[in-house]
Structures are given as C-alpha cells and as structure tokens.
C-alpha cells in the first residue's frame, strides 16, 4: 500500500473518530441539559395548572360563603319560599356566577331544594342520584359543622369524582348562617361547577397547555417507579409520551382527601426539539469543518511530504537507470526530506568516488596482468626453445657416438 493510500486512510480514520466522540459527548451534554430544562418547564406549566385549578377553588368557596352566609338563603331553608327561588335561583342567575348547581341541605342532612343548569344544552338537568348517594354516604365528612362554629372556616371545597362514569366536579360546602353570623347554623349549602370539556377547554386555553383526567381506577399511562418531582408538596411525575409531547402527571384527592383522579398536563417538546436541532446543526457543521480539515491536511501531507518523497523515488530511480553517479538531487529546504536528499547526495558522491578508486586500480591490475602476458610469453618463448635446442643437441650427440 502506498503511502499516500496510507496518510488518506489513517487521516480519515482519525478525525472521523475525533468527530464521532465528539458528536456523543455534544449529544450526551446537550441532550441533558434540554431534558432538565424540559422538566424545569413541565413543572412550571404543572404549578400553572395548579395555581389555576386553586384560585378555581377560591372563587368557588368565595361565590358559596356569599350565598351560605345571606340571610335570605337562612331563611329559605326553613321557609322554602318560592320568592327566593325565582329571584335567585333561575338559569341567568346560575350563568351569570358560573355555578352549574346549588343542593341546600337541613342541619339533619335531608336535602331542602336543589337547582342544577347544563350550559352547554343551556337547560335545566336532574343531578345523576349516584352524587346524591355519594352526598348521603358522606354526609358526616361533608354536612357535619360545629354548632358554635359561625364562620367562613366552617367550609370546605375541592375536587369531587364520585363516579368514573360522570364528570368530574369542583365543589364546596358551606354551613347557611344569617349574614351577621350570631345564629345558629340552619343547614348546608353545596355549589357545584362541572369540570366538563368546556371548563376544561378553558383552562386549556388560559394556561395554554393539554389537561387531561385519567381516573385511577383506570389504566393510566405512567409508572410510577420514576423519581417524581416535588411541587406544591406533591410529587410531580414527567415522562415524555412521543418526540413533540411531553406530560406531567401528578395525583389530585378528592374533598375528603381520596386520590382519585391522575391529572395530565402537557406540552409541545419545543425546548427538546431545539435542543436536537442545535446537536443536528452542531453534528452537521462538525461534520463540514472535519471534511475540510481532512481536505487540507491531506493537501499539506502530499504537498510537502508525500509529492517530495514521490519526486525523491523518482529521482533515485532515474540514478539507478542511467548508472550517472554524478547526477545529484535537488535539495530544498531543511527539514527531514531536505536532509535525506542532502545524505543521498553525500552517498552519490562517495560512491562516484569509489567507483573512480575502482576504475583506476583495476586499470593498474590490467597493467600488471599485461605486462605478466608479455613476460610470460618471453620466458615461456626462450624456456621452448633452449628445450628445442637440447633436444637437438642430444640427437647429434648420439649420432656423433653411433659414428664413432
């Protein structure tokens, strides 16, 4: 593998695994604070829900301390009179207050008159006999009041789910008392506001935010193993249901202090999604600036190391195919390349020296060997014939003795 193969490979490599911790430790840290800010923001768009549902409650116990304490409604309830009922007690007089129905009980708990209003159908309704059961069964925690007790005190109001299959009510009750409160108490009075889908609707529309009842007789969609949050003494439980809502849930008691109804609050996961758009847009840019410092990393790498190395194998190359020691590299600069290039050019010229030094001793050695050919062919020339001459002279030595 070549290596500018290799400088892509391990430079790719390596800023891809900076980005990919970089983009999990972004996400981790972004993803957590969004996510304590959502809950911040569930529990304030809770407190609002519950500030709005108490100065429900206020009103209410405001609007019945009025009545209860009036000398005409102390009367009534002895007298029954039809006076008060067609003055006080029609549609108009209901609408105006905001009060769907008004039960007036004795101090022995029997129920004197009742008067309810729909205002939805805009007409007058028979309140379901299951609440007056509810009413009846309860009549000690709801009718029972001190008999020296001649003031606001004497009341008590709340959230009321007395079947799964009505609606809900807010409610309060009252001891009827004259209006200077030094009589005897004559009785109860119970003022009752529907929480329907319009009064719902309304606070939906106040506090801008999704409210939604869930009895707890029922399935309810939470488990309660999470660590809740506490507000208003109450623990708040937050779970977000999709990626665009989130709730947060949270158990209201009943007038007598029952855990009836799991009570929904939600909202848009705006901050959520924000926070997931900046770590897009975050992993996004991160992903742009990491291919450009890839880009330019590996320019540099080839233009100043990789391209000279390149031209240096070249260079060597072309020595080694031409056989021309005397051809020396180009040097620039003074960093590690230049350095090899210089000791490559030191190694050229002491090899051109060797090759000089071995050129001249082998011309000295042919000299020599030269000059030994031509010794020996003299010698060798003079030793044949003296051994000619020898022989000769032995034949005539022997020819000379055979004549004799």
């Given amino acids: 593998m070549k290596l500018r193969t290799k400088s892509i490979i391990v430079v790719c490599a390596g800023f891809s695994f900076f980005c990919l911790i970089l983009c999990i430790i972004l996400n ?117 009041h001190y008999p020296t007790q001649y003031s606001i005190e004497s009341a008590s109001s709340g959230f009321l789910l007395y079947d799964t299959k009505e609606t809900p009510l807010f409610l309060s009750v009252n001891a009827i008392l004259n209006s200077n409160r030094d009589a005897p108490i004559h009785g109860s009075l119970i003022l009752g506001r529907f929480l329907d889908s319009n009064k719902v609707k309304s606070f939906e529309d106040i506090t801008q935010l999704t409210i939604i009842f869930h009895p707890l007789s029922n399935q309810i969609p939470i488990d309660f193993e999470q660590t809740p949050v506490s507000i208003q003494g109450l623990p708040i439980f937050i779970q977000p249901i999709n990626s665009t809502y989130v709730a947060g849930f949270f158990k209201v008691n009943d007038i007598l202090g029952n855990p009836v109804i799991l009570l929904e609050i939600g909202s848009n996961r705006d901050f959520y999604n924000q926070g997931l758009l900046m770590i897009q847009n975050l992993i996004i840019s991160l992903i742009f600036t990491m291919v450009i410092l890839i880009i330019t990393v590996i320019y540099i790498l080839d233009r100043f190391v990789i391209s000279r190395l390149a031209y ?30 210089k000791n490559i050019n030191d190694m050229l010229t002491s090899l051109q020296k060797t090759w000089a030094m071995k050129d001249s001793a082998e011309f000295s050695l042919q000299k020599k060997i030269d000059e030994l050919e031509r010794f020996k062919t003299v010698t060798v020339d003079r030793e044949i014939k003296m051994i000619e001459l020898k022989k000769q002279l032995e034949e005539l030595r022997v020819k000379s003795w055979e004549k004799t």
């Fill in 28 to 144: 981790n840290v972004i993803t957590a604070s969004y996510l304590d800010l959502e809950a911040k923001t569930v529990c304030g768009n809770v407190e609002r829900v519950l500030n709005q549902f108490d100065q429900e409650k206020i009103n209410l116990d405001a609007m019945a301390a009025d009545w209860a304490m009036w000398d005409d409604t102390y009367f009534f309830v002895k007298d029954k009179n039809e006076l008060f009922i067609q003055d006080n007690l029609n549609y108009g007089s209901l609408e105006n207050i905001n009060i769907n129905f008004m039960l007036f009980f004795d101090n022995s708990g029997v129920l004197v008159y009742s008067k309810a209003y729909d205002f939805q159908e805009k007409k007058e309704i028979i309140l379901p006999a299951s609440l007056y059961s509810y009413i009846s069964d309860n009549k000690v925690d709801l009718l029972n």
């Fill in 312 to 341: 240096l194998i070249k260079s060597v190359n072309d020595i080694r195919s031409y056989g021309d020691l005397s051809k020396h590299l180009q040097v620039k600069g003074n960093d590690e390349v230049a350095m090899l290039e």
